[in-house]
């Protein structure tokens, strides 16, 4: 299926829908091609994993001395006149 960028917004549905029906979707700008869209394969579900398990979660754990993630962020949402 090919779909212009307007397309993309006036179609969305139907270019979904071809995507639920594992077709790719080449997006045309000024009638050339542009990029490429397809279904995301079976496959990579498989090789994702959870959110909790990711390092990222674990970056505060050797950080005692900066608090809870929660006093942190207070500070930094803290108006400038607290500081005076």
């Known amino acids: 299926m090919e779909a212009s960028f ?3 917004r006036r179609k969305s549905a139907e270019i979904i829908k071809a995507l639920t029906r594992k077709e790719r979707v080449t997006v045309l700008y000024r009638g050339k091609p ?3 869209m397809e279904p995301i394969d079976d496959r990579v579900g498989a090789e994702r994993q959870r959110a909790s398990e990711h390092a990222v979660f674990g970056i505060w754990r050797d950080q ?5 993630v929660d ?3 207070a500070g930094l949402r ?6 005076l």
């Open 34 to 36: 542009a990029a490429i």
């Open 71 to 73: 006093e942190h962020v």
């Open 78 to 83: 803290r108006r400038r006149f607290h500081d």
């Open 64 to 68: 005692a001395e900066a608090g809870s």
């Open 6 to 8: 307007v397309d993309l």
